[in-house]
Structure formats: C-alpha cells, structure tokens
C-alpha cells in the first residue's frame, strides 16, 4: 500500500478544541496520531483504514470488533480468523469472499419459508450479487443504505406500500446516490441524517433552517460551510470529519528535496562512475 501525503491541519482549525477519540478514526490524522500515539483510542484506530501498519504493531490493543469493519484490515484478519466479528464482517466491501464462505450461516428463515440474510450484509455495497442471490424477501429499508443499490430501489419505489416507502426514503438520506430522489420527496426527508451525506449539499443550501449542525460537522463536503460558520461547529465531531486536513506542500517538498538528493547521490555514486568510465564512457558525455 503506498504512502498517503502528508496532512495538516486547516489553518482555522485549533487541535485543542478537537477530540483525539475522533481523530483516532479520521484516516487524514495518521501523521498528527503517530506523533502522539500516547493520545490515540485504540478502539476508534481500528475503524481507521490508513492505520493498518500502526495496528500491525499493536495487535493486543486492536479492537477486533471495530477491526471487523475495516476495509484495509482484510489482511490481518484472514490471519486470525477467530478474533473476527463475523457481523461487523459482513459490512466490510473487502471480505465479500469471506462472506462468501459463511454466506449460509448468514440466513434468517421464517415459519412461511421465506429467509432473508443479517442486516449488516445489505450495507455492504460489494455484496448486490450476494443479496439478489440469496433472498427471496428482501428488507428494502436495510437495503436502502447500501450506495450500489439505489437504481434497484428506485425502480420500484412506487410499487411499494406506503409505510416501507416512507422508511426507504428515510434510510435513503444517508446514501449519497439517492440525493436525487429525495429532491422529489422531500416532505419525507429526515434532516440530521440528510446534514451527514456528502451529496447533499446543495439541498442542505437551499434549506439552510433544516440543518443540524452537529451532524454537518462530521460532513466532509461541508467544510467551507463550516469554516464560515465556526460559532455553529461541534468540534468533537468535527475531530473524525477527513476535511479537516489538507494536503501539507512544505512537507512534500521537502520529502521531494530529501528524496532528489538521494536519487543524485545513488546515480552518481563513484563505483556507478567508475564502471561508465570502464565501458568506454567518455566523463563529457555524462
């Protein structure tokens, strides 16, 4: 996995109104974590997706439930399959083929003969094939939270009772394809969940009394929002949101120059020189 670039703070941001519990998770705080590791929830870094080489280190402290969850961990769970938490699992987009292994252990069957599989497995956005494979009553309002199933949905959201609509449409304000849904419906918007998708921007503009700030703290699309409106931040749950940190230019620059010098010094390292010179290299021509 290669390196991320390094990250820093927004300017308008002061890390000691923010929560370390938060930044423990937010995959952009890797630099500021591994320089104040005495400060980090172990719990929360194991959701963390850019924290697997820390958490390599630290397997007693990992939490293997959260771990369960976390889509760059696949590798570590493979290796200690009885530590996973099968039911976190089956939301994770990169274990569809452990599932796959378990997919019958995953069934609920009722009295009518008719069996659906476990909640967790309809978030998961790798697992459509799973899904429309294995169940014969699908629970539409679960399913509506996973991002890939949303032209499925929609194709039969007008055949469905009102009741199950209407709870579709509210699980529908966390899915990020379905803004364009709820833009037809909105009397059935469910606003705090609406202020956390990261699609809804311009719908949250547009009603600018509807919105929750807590919940708009965490939304990563919402920043420039934020920043203008710092009075209104929850700053602990701001601490998870990955906008909070950009792109850190000195840093790369300077990894840049490090990285130039040493390419200089292999290249013209005297040994490389010298075995140019014997293969009839003239020293001008290089």
Avoid at 23 to 36: F, G, Q, T
Avoid at 87 to 103: D, F, G, S, V
Wanted: glycine share 0%; hydrophobic share 40%; net charge negative.
């Amino acid at each position: 996995m290669p390196e991320p670039p390094p990250m820093k703070l927004r300017n308008w941001i002061d890390i000691n109104n923010l929560s370390w519990a938060g930044l423990s998770a937010n995959p952009n705080a890797i630099d500021l974590l591994e320089k104040n590791l005495d400060r980090v929830n172990w719990e929360n870094l194991s959701l963390n997706p850019n924290a697997i080489h820390l958490l390599e280190k630290n397997l007693d402290r990992v939490d293997w439930s959260y771990l369960s969850s976390n889509p760059n961990a696949v590798r570590i769970l493979e290796k200690y399959p009885d530590k996973i938490d099968w039911t976190r699992l089956q939301a994770n987009p990169n274990a569809i083929h452990l599932i796959e292994q378990k997919i019958n252990e995953f069934i609920v069957k009722y009295t009518d003969n008719s069996y659906e599989l476990y909640n967790r497995i309809y978030e998961n956005p790798n697992a459509i094939h799973l899904i429309q494979k294995n169940i014969k009553k699908i629970n539409w309002i679960r399913f509506a939270a996973n991002p890939n199933a949303v032209s499925l949905i929609e194709s039969r959201l007008d055949s469905m009772n009102q009741i199950v609509k209407e709870c579709v449409l509210y699980t529908f304000c966390k899915n990020p394809n379905a803004v364009h849904i709820l833009e037809k419906h909105q009397d059935y918007i469910h606003w705090l969940s609406l202020c956390m998708n990261p699609n809804a921007i311009p719908l949250l503009q547009k009603n600018p009394d509807k919105i929750i700030w807590t919940y708009l703290s965490a939304n990563p699309s919402a920043i420039d929002m934020l920043e203008q409106n710092q009075d209104k931040v929850n700053w602990i749950w701001l601490s998870d949101n990955p906008a909070i940190f950009t792109y850190d230019y000195a840093a790369m620059r300077e990894n840049y120059r490090e990285l130039k010098e040493e390419l200089i010094q292999r290249a013209w390292h005297p040994s490389r020189v010298a075995r140019w010179l014997e293969a009839g290299m003239d020293l001008e021509d290089l």
